[in-house]
């Protein structure tokens, strides 16, 4: 028997009026001052981290590939972070959740999926440049071009848009048949497939596909590009080359394991293990911290970065100083 407001989901559900109540973190009041408070700092450094490692590429005289690549994944997480963090910290200071429009939640998830796709996409090509830097020195100015690196990120942006957009479509199209109140504090994909009035496993099906053309193929030419460097560096003799190549491929490991496993966590699993509470959790490591970590990974692991860095607070001390 189809439950009663599924039936009238024509009127309700559909109607880009409907509005969702996202809970937040309701249930800690107690705590909201002190979240709040972390929150903005975490969110105020990441803006500064992310910005500077920008600002530090752009002001290089010359890019290596790697640089661009950094510089875009830099952009990434900004956009990331402004897309997400605003709405939790708006739910803190109301306290008793915040609403937000049946357009507005489309929107955000569609921009968090493509955000996050475009990363994926991006780690997969960053995967590929160190490759050719490894495993074909010779051919690395001319394969890794200005034009081929800027065709590349591209396409790896409008890939995850497309991709996202038929998700997102395929998302707000199922009758919500429960109550409108979302228990987290964005509109996290699984949080909004538990309202959905459907008892059959199809409409998991997007979000599976959009796992396989987000996480796993990217994460397959990733995995094959490491293969590759792996056997490569099984027939250098020199222990000092051998690290020298290793430590380049470093951060962007420690980049690509932080995501990926956040990501298959949440969302390469099916509908009856979601979990509002540990959720919320995952998704606050996920959508704060690791943010947060990215350009502390890559300006600690990068000389360049470092002494562009470095070159920029001289620069800023000496404009005071004047």
Not at 41 to 62: C, D, K, Q, R, Y
Not at 208 to 229: D, E, G, H, W
Not at 244 to 252: P, R
């Amino acid at each position: 028997m189809p439950c009663e407001a599924c039936m009238e989901r024509d009127n309700k559900s559909t109607d880009a009026t409907v509005e969702f109540l996202l809970l937040g973190f309701s249930e800690l009041l107690c705590l909201r001052v002190l979240l709040f408070l972390i929150f903005l700092i975490v969110h105020v450094v990441t803006l500064a981290g992310n910005a500077m490692i920008f600002m530090a590429v752009v002001m290089e005289p010359s890019r290596p590939p790697m640089h661009f690549f950094l510089c875009q994944l830099s952009v990434i997480e900004l956009c990331y972070t402004l897309v997400i963090v605003p709405k939790a910290l708006l739910s803190l200071i109301v306290g008793d959740g915040s609403t937000v429009s049946f357009m507005g939640c489309a929107v955000q998830m569609h921009l968090f999926v493509a955000l996050g796709g475009a990363e994926c996409f991006l780690l997969a090509a960053m995967s590929y440049d160190r490759y050719v830097a490894i495993c074909q020195p010779l051919h690395y100015v001319a394969v890794m071009s200005e034009g081929f690196c800027l065709r590349l990120a591209v396409a790896c942006c409008l890939g995850a848009f497309a991709v996202a957009l038929g998700l997102t479509v395929a998302v707000f199209r199922l009758p919500f048949c429960r109550s409108h109140r979302i228990n987290h504090f964005f509109c996290d994909i699984p949080a909004v497939l538990h309202l959905a009035c459907t008892q059959s496993y199809t409409s998991e099906l997007p979000l599976l596909a959009a796992c396989v053309l987000l996480l796993l193929l990217p994460f397959l030419l990733i995995l094959t590009s490491y293969v590759c460097i792996a056997a490569a560096l099984v027939h250098v003799t020199s222990s000092t080359g051998r690290g020298k190549a290793f430590s380049t491929c470093v951060s962007h490991l420690a980049i690509t394991l932080l995501h990926y496993g956040c990501a298959t966590f949440m969302y390469v699993r099916p509908k009856t293990s979601y979990s509002p509470v540990r959720d919320k959790l995952v998704s606050l490591v996920y959508t704060n911290f690791t943010p947060l970590l990215y350009p502390l990974i890559y300006s600690l692991r990068n000389k360049e970065i470092r002494g562009v860095l470095r070159k920029m607070l001289r620069k800023k001390k000496k404009a005071q100083l004047n």
